[in-house]
């Protein structure tokens, strides 16, 4: 009798757990040994001893765990043993130092996708495809209506929306999530301008992370530092936990903007109150979704994140084994 | 219609008035008569008629978008517009190269939106998938909303008046008074509105209403009380009417030419002068005493005036301002003068066509106490106009006030919630309340408004967690959660299970403080019902 060969990772309640590897990856309990995909608040969480993720991204994670843990970077590519399994970290596209998690054992290939995209990004590597047997994507925006546009023609016209606020004597306040989207927008925004942009203190120490790594961008200014700046005509990046707080006062009469791929639909658009949507994404959108998980060549896909039933049953229905893995990652972008 | 839809897009994502006067200016400067005289009527929130239901269009989505049903149900659920999931869904098959010319608003409607009456659904479907191949994303979500009849651009009148004004080089009020009305969109339209002596020889047309301001400041604040003229808020139709070349009409605030519906008013107009227009309100009149709005209703509601309605509801025009007297323009006169000349008019005129009459009062103190009357005269609260104001347009702050008495209120119990419309259709923001009769909750009021997107937000999230069965897209809920409501009024109603039915109920706030089990009673409601009827059916609220 032949018994179907164990999984390489299971959900467990601290986390996804590779069984013959001992260890996590992105646990969202204390763990003893997490495998990292990349460091966003929902993968990387605080509380475990010791944490291996990609080399470019060890920055970022010393700066959100603060310096007692132990971390420990790997380049990417490299085959780090971690049991009886030997894992690899391949860059996923996301963010700085992202990475897909590429476990194998006995001859079977398993990868965690971590959050990724398709699309070119200047402040980090390139997405690489690995072939696998079994393929855990993410699933944010798996849906045939998220469709994003190419970056440089929306970054164009966030430049426009800032040339034409500063026209009628007015701020540009741009909310982007402070890791990854904020220093992308800044590095994008070179092709059409060299004047600096006032940060948000979350946006200002990730920013100065991404330049220590060597990513090129605009020149920053931290909001606060100098009494009664005037701002009026500037742009202002900032986490879009600031909208709407006390501390949007200090720039007076200002239009608001959000990067985001959920501003591709218009009612959320709207229902967050936003002037202007602009749609930057740091995931893959459902092309991107389908070609990936293809390109994967697997013979299963596990789906995590947003509409991740949607995905598994259309896979379903092509005759391409799918399910969807319960897991607490959220649907931030 | 690019730069029709590139217009929208500006509209649609600034909330500066200035703004979009801008965006206005520029779209109507640079247009051709014809797109210029359909933009002017759709954006004054004229709407076509639609052209194909949603169903005709969903079912030539499924038929193109190459994907399962059940994954086109679940994008539309995620964006909530049928129009938009097309655009977004159809962007996907969009070839580069298949993007083809643009074509101008006006050649769209007439040419291709018009016809599609005249031709078969099979016809309609070829053509409509055909254009969706071809429009890119912006242009193909506007195409929809013409087809699906509900393009709707979120500027006011008043600021599509501006833009109009600006363009034009003509006076606002000149502006509101040509676009008023019916009218076909044409680039004769349009070079009529641009010529200045144009079509002022309609009989019918209207002068735009002066509507008048809530008042939240202390009114001892507006100065002394003989400066104003003060009276009651009646409870009935605001109209205008206008008797001019022998002949009468009746405008109601909606811009509805409403002249049969009120044979007795129109009776007496004819004693009037000729070039007279008044405005003032409808009333349903009994007996020297206002009667409820809702009996109002219900004599509007009728598709035939029998002579048995026409006895039961007598309907009375109680004359508030004279706007043109020997057919000149009396708006720009102060309001002491217009209203000396209106009570010398009114002085012998039949009964179905009465004045405001003006309430007498020493001091502000004196007022607030007369207002205190309201609710048992069947009246909304006073009204004070200064009596050095012009006749403006629209809403002008600063010279009419309503000062209205505070609504009526109850505590209500949630029991269904449906998706909202248009923007709003993928949240529930549409709900149903009910008070407690015989241990049992019994629906008395839809109310949709007076919730924060994030509170609707939270509801809505509450609404998919605690939802106890589904019917089609009403989820019935558990029945914990307590709100309380305003109304304005309230009326006997056979056609509702509580027997009762209020006048636009609206939500005043969430009572996370209350359980179910305290909130009010039908008979709570009952008890209102009864003051309010025994009141004004033996008053007179007109002394
Ligand atoms: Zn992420
Ligand atoms: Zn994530």
């Given at each position: 009798m032949i018994s179907a060969p164990e999984p390489l990772v299971v959900v467990t309640a601290n986390g996804l757990y590779c069984p013959p590897g001992d260890f996590y990856v992105d646990p969202w309990q204390p763990v003893q040994t997490a495998v990292i995909t990349h460091g966003h608040g929902d993968h990387l969480r605080h509380g475990s001893a010791r944490y291996i993720l990609a080399r470019p991204g060890a920055g970022i994670a010393r700066q959100r765990l603060g310096g007692d843990r132990e971390v420990t970077p790997v380049d990417y590519g490299t085959r780090v043993q971690l049991g009886t399994t030997s894992v690899s970290l391949h860059p996923?596209?996301?963010?700085?130092g992202s990475a897909q998690v590429r476990i194998e054992h006995e001859g079977r290939v398993w990868v965690v996708s971590g959050d990724y995209k398709r699309q070119p990004d200047p402040t980090c590597a390139a997405f690489e495809p690995v072939e696998c047997d079994v393929f855990i994507s993410?699933?944010?925006?798996?849906?045939?209506?998220y469709r994003f546009p190419e970056t440089p023609r929306v970054v164009e016209e966030i430049h426009r929306w800032w040339m034409a606020n500063r026209e009628r004597g007015i701020a540009s306040a741009l909310f982007c999530y402070a890791l990854g989207k904020s220093q992308r927008v800044l590095s994008e925004l070179r092709a059409f301008t060299h004047e600096p942009v006032y940060v948000h203190g979350a946006v200002d120490s990730l920013t100065g992370v991404y330049r220590r790594a060597g990513v090129s961008m605009l020149p920053t200014l931290p909001v606060g530092?100098?009494?009664?700046?005037?701002?009026?005509?500037a742009l202002i990046l900032a986490p879009?936990?600031?909208?709407?707080?006390?501390?949007?006062?200090?720039?007076?009469d200002h239009a608001t903007g959000f990067c985001s791929?959920?501003?591709?639909v218009r009612g959320d658009r709207r229902r967050r109150g936003y002037d202007r949507g602009f749609v930057i994404s740091d995931h893959a959108d459902w092309p991107a979704l389908i070609e990936t998980c293809t390109a994967s060549r697997a013979k299963k896909i596990l789906l995590t994140h947003g509409y991740s039933d949607a995905l598994t049953r259309y896979f379903n229905e092509r005759g391409v084994e799918a399910s969807a893995l319960q897991t607490s990652y959220g649907a931030e972008d | 219609m690019r730069a029709f839809s590139e217009l929208y897009e500006e509209l649609d994502t600034t909330t500066s008035t200035n703004l979009k006067v801008a965006a206005m200016v520029r779209y109507f400067n640079t247009a051709t008569p014809a797109d210029a005289a359909w933009a002017a009527y759709i954006l004054s929130g004229r709407r076509l008629k639609r052209f194909i239901g949603q169903s005709l269009l969903w079912r030539w989505l499924i038929e193109v978008s190459d994907l399962p049903e059940w994954l086109v149900e679940e994008s539309y659920s995620a964006v909530g517009d049928l129009a938009e999931t097309v655009a977004l869904l159809m962007e996907g098959n969009l070839?580069?190269?298949?993007?083809v010319p643009d074509l101008p608003l006006s050649t769209w409607i007439e040419a291709r939106l018009l016809p599609l009456?005249?031709?078969?659904d099979e016809q309609q479907r070829v053509a409509i998938i055909e254009w969706w191949r071809t429009l890119p994303y912006r242009e193909c979500f506007i195409l929809n909303k013409l087809l699906t009849g509900?393009?709707?651009?979120?500027?006011s009148e008043l600021l599509v008046t501006r833009a109009l004004a600006e363009v034009l080089k003509l006076e606002r009020n000149d502006v509101t008074r040509r676009i008023m009305g019916e009218w076909r969109p044409s680039a004769e339209f349009w070079e009529n509105l641009r010529?200045?002596?144009?079509?002022?020889?309609?009989?019918s047309a209207p002068y735009p209403f002066f509507l008048a301001s809530p008042l939240?400041?202390?009114?001892?604040?507006?100065?002394?009380?003989?400066d104003w003229l003060a009276e009651w808020k009646w409870d009935g139709i605001r109209s205008e009417l206008i008797r001019r070349e022998g002949k009468c009409f009746i405008w109601s605030r909606?811009?509805?030419?409403?002249?049969?519906?009120?044979p007795e008013v129109v009776a007496a107009a004819a004693q009037l002068p000729d070039g007279v227009v008044l405005d003032g309100e409808l009333v349903a009149w009994r007996d020297g005493a206002i009667q409820p709005f809702a009996d109002l209703q219900q004599r509007i509601g009728r598709k035939k005036l029998s002579p048995a309605i026409l006895k039961e509801v007598p309907v009375r025009f109680l004359a508030?301002?004279?706007?043109?007297?020997d057919y000149t323009d009396?708006?720009?006169?102060p309001l002491r003068e217009r209203r000396a000349r209106l009570e010398a008019l009114s002085a012998?005129?039949?009964?179905s066509l009465g004045i405001s009459s003006a309430i007498t009062a020493s001091s502000w103190e004196q007022l607030a106490n007369l207002r205190t009357e309201s609710r048992a005269r069947a009246v909304e609260g006073l009204m004070l106009k200064s009596l050095d104001s012009p006749y403006g347009t629209g809403r002008q702050r600063g010279s009419w006030w309503k000062w209205k008495i505070d609504p009526y209120s109850f505590d209500g119990v949630m029991l269904y919630a449906q998706p909202g419309h248009?923007?709003?259709?993928?949240?529930?923001?549409d709900y149903t309340f009910g008070v407690w009769s015989n241990g049992e909750l019994v629906p008395v009021a839809k109310a949709y408004s007076g919730l924060s997107n994030v509170e609707i937000a939270d509801l809505d999230r509450w609404i998919r967690l605690h939802t106890?069965?589904?019917f089609g897209p009403v989820r019935q809920v558990e029945q914990t959660q307590v709100f309380e409501l305003a109304y304005e009024g309230i009326a006997a109603s056979s056609r509702h299970k509580s027997g009762i039915a209020l006048r636009f109920p609206r939500i005043m706030?969430?009572?996370?403080?209350?359980?179910?089990?305290?909130a009010d009673t039908l008979s709570d409601l009952q008890a209102v019902l009864a003051a309010h009827r025994g009141q004004t059916r033996h008053e007179d609220p007109a002394s």
């Open positions: 996923a596209g996301h963010i700085l993410e699933a944010t925006f798996a849906l045939p209506v530092t100098e009494k009664k700046t005037d701002f009026r005509g879009p936990s600031a909208a709407g707080t006390p501390w949007m006062r200090r720039f007076g791929g959920w501003m591709r | 070839a580069a190269a298949a993007v009456r005249e031709v078969d509900e393009l709707r651009v979120g500027v010529s200045s002596e144009a079509s002022a020889s309609d009989p939240e400041a202390d009114p001892a604040t507006l100065g002394p009380t003989s909606g811009e509805d030419l409403v002249t049969e519906r009120f508030y301002d004279l706007l043109e007297q009396l708006r720009a006169l012998n005129a039949p009964d248009g923007r709003r259709s993928n949240l529930y923001t106890t069965e589904k706030r969430r009572r996370l403080d209350k359980p179910a089990g305290e």
